[in-house]
């Protein structure tokens, strides 16, 4: 149900339309769906993804972005909730997280841009959230037994911020240092602020395993687009998107990753202890 409410975002956020009024249509006739013609994934089966009235084709995206929704919610579920016991409000700012992931990244996939809608609307309230529900940033260890002012409010909003600034900031210089070495842009401002978004949520260390991470799942779709459309253009939030929901059903294993990365730059700064 969350994901059919995710497919009217996708439709109507870009054409900046109301997510309320009208009710769901066919975007080819117009004609107004039927409760029944509207059952996540069922209906578009028993309709054979047809619509009732004109007969036109709907898009595999309905189904796809309602099942992909349902099993990301299942998952982030059987984590927080089944495994860690983590409590309710840490999973519902990775539910949110992850409804704003899927919108931007079927938004970008066919019109190649993050809808603003999203990122500025998702920055300031998972911000927000982190002071009200601070064991989003201390979900497993998230501060990593760091805290700046040992206030436990505080230090989660102060993650956050942290999280914001080297999610969105890593993306930026990678912008900016494509620039100056191809002399065309090569990363949108639409990415910086979607990885501030998702550095928000899940601290600067994820958001440092997102930005190495995402590149891996890009490579995947640039080789065939490159080698049977002859084009460069490739939209990169949806693989941000990818990346963040990987780093995060496997955040113990990145974590750690990252901290051993710290521990040999910090070795290679001091040496070895006595």
């Known amino acids: 149900m969350v994901g059919s409410f995710l497919n009217v975002c996708i439709y109507r956020i870009p054409k900046n339309k109301s997510l309320i009024h009208p009710r769901s249509f066919c975007p080819h006739c117009k004609v107004s769906i039927n409760w029944f013609d509207n059952i996540p994934v069922i209906s578009y089966m028993f309709l054979l993804g047809r619509c009732r009235a004109c007969g036109n084709r709907l898009s595999i995206r309905y189904p796809l972005v309602e099942l992909l929704t349902g099993c990301a919610f299942l998952q982030l579920y059987y984590i927080f909730i089944v495994c860690r016991s983590e409590s309710f409000c840490v999973l519902f700012g990775y539910l949110a997280l992850c409804c704003a992931l899927i919108i931007s990244a079927f938004v970008d996939l066919e ?134 929901l990987v780093c995060i059903c496997f955040q113990d294993y990145f974590i750690g990753q990252i901290n051993l990365y710290i521990l040999v730059f910090r070795v290679f700064l001091n040496g070895f202890p006595a």
Request: aromatic content about 14%; charged content about 15%; hydrophobic content about 55%.
């Open 111 to 244: 019109l190649r841009i993050i809808p603003n809608e999203i990122t500025f609307i998702g920055i300031p309230v998972f911000v927000v959230l982190s002071i009200v529900c601070p064991d989003l940033h201390h979900a497993q260890n998230t501060l990593r037994r760091f805290t700046f002012i040992d206030i436990h409010r505080l230090d989660s909003f102060i993650a956050s911020l942290i999280g914001i600034f080297t999610g969105g900031g890593l993306i930026f210089l990678c912008g900016v240092m494509g620039r100056l070495l191809f002399k065309k842009d090569a990363m949108g401002f639409g990415d910086v602020k979607l990885m501030g978004m998702i550095g928000a949520v899940v601290g600067w260390k994820l958001a440092v395993a997102v930005f190495f991470v995402a590149p891996f799942f890009g490579l995947l779709m640039a080789i065939p687009v490159f080698v049977f459309k002859k084009s460069h253009l490739i939209p990169y939030g949806p693989f941000l998107s990818i990346a963040a």
